[in-house]
């Protein structure tokens, strides 16, 4: 089945101690998200790429950075986590000509100790 | 600013009791509206779009509408598993970003 992947699922990291989530996808969308979403609260946009055109929100902190290697594969990279990033990260998929129909991945939730 | 309530925040049912869950909106130049299901711990699953006020779109038990300022996800006679957060998220303009609800966490009691 196509789906959205997410590497690890759960992720336990120091404070300050740079960490890296992954995505992989086999649905061959062109468009990839990053979300942040924290408890009962609504998902957050951190940025996205059209392709490997990247995308950033005006508020995404400067510590959030992204990669995309290539069309299957993106990475979430958090530079000097602190307690406040403690949260689920959600990676998305869509069609450029559907933005509105994401799949998402199960998610990688992140502690910070 | 662009503005999406979703009420209420918690809604229980008895399984077979129908209800409704409201998403209101205060967005120019809405491009769509679309529906979404959160199961705990997993990632949101896409449920329905709408384009326009008047539209509606069914499944199963679920059925959405949408008017100029506000849409509906009727439940019909619910069941246990239809138990999640239901999240509602616009689009405007001609940018990618949705901007999602908080979401009404719907439990269905046996």
């Known amino acids: 089945d196509a789906m959205v992947i997410q590497n690890p699922r759960y992720q336990v990291t120091q404070f300050g101690k740079p960490v890296t989530l992954s995505c992989s996808q086999t649905l061959n969308h062109n468009v990839m998200y990053w979300y942040q979403q924290k408890s009962s609260q609504a998902p957050k946009l951190l940025f996205h790429?059209?392709?490997?055109?990247?995308?950033n929100e005006a508020d995404t902190p400067d510590n959030f950075q992204s990669r995309r290697p290539n069309t299957s594969f993106c990475f979430l990279d958090i530079r000097s986590p602190g307690l406040g990033d403690a949260a689920m990260y959600l990676c998305?998929?869509?069609?450029?000509?559907?933005?509105?129909?994401?799949?998402f991945g199960p998610g990688t939730r992140l502690t910070v100790t | 600013e662009d503005q999406v309530t979703q009420s209420p925040e918690a809604l229980r049912l008895q399984e077979g009791e129908s209800s409704s869950l409201n998403c209101s909106y205060t967005?120019?130049?809405?491009?769509?509206l679309f529906w979404y299901r959160q199961d705990p711990g997993k990632g949101p699953e896409f449920l329905f779009t709408?384009?326009?006020a008047g539209e509606e779109k069914e499944k199963e038990r679920l059925k959405a509408t949408l008017t100029k300022k506000e849409s509906f996800l009727h439940i019909t006679a619910p069941k246990p598993e239809d138990s999640a957060t239901y999240l509602c998220?616009?689009?405007?303009?001609?940018?990618?970003?949705?901007?999602f609800g908080k979401g009404t966490l719907l439990t269905v009691n046996p």
């Open positions: 998305a998929t869509s069609r450029q000509n559907r933005v509105g129909e994401q799949y």
């Open positions: 709408l384009y326009s």
């Open positions: 998220a616009v689009l405007k303009g001609s940018n990618y970003k949705l901007t």
């Open positions: 967005v120019s130049g809405l491009r769509g």
């Open positions: 790429y059209y392709d490997k055109d990247f995308n």
